[in-house]
């Protein structure tokens, strides 16, 4: 497949592609595409796992949790968990949620 088509597909429809296999240079090109469709939920969940990994439990948490009444409350999810939010929209929710929480 061209990387042109396949960026174009997965924009216009990523339920068909269950894992992409390429080399580094197409495949740079493809995760950019996919950032806006994946977005902020996976990326923060790698975040956390990089937290945890680095011993700062205490943070992963307050994120963790955020990132679940994002998801669960305020129903603000991507198109990869059945809503069309944007990345951002989860972002600004979680980064809310801890704000809110922290200096209330």
């Known amino acids: 497949m061209i990387v042109d088509n396949a960026s174009m597909q997965m924009v216009s429809r990523p339920q ?6 390429m080399p580094n240079l197409y495949g740079n ?6 950032c806006g469709i994946v977005g902020g939920a996976a990326f923060i969940r790698a975040g956390l796992d990089m937290l945890r990994y ?11 949790d955020a990132l ?19 990345s951002s929209e989860i972002t600004v929710s979680v980064l809310t ?3 809110l929480t922290l200096f209330a």
Do not use: C, P, W
Request: net charge negative; charged share 20%.
């Open 16 to 21: 068909q592609f269950d894992v992409m296999l």
């Open 29 to 34: 090109i493809i995760s950019s595409v996919g």
């Open 54 to 64: 680095l011993g700062l439990n205490k943070y992963a948490d307050l994120i963790s």
């Open 68 to 86: 679940f009444i994002a998801i669960t409350d305020r129903h603000v999810r991507t198109a990869d968990i059945h809503l069309h939010s944007q």
């Open 97 to 99: 949620e801890r704000l």
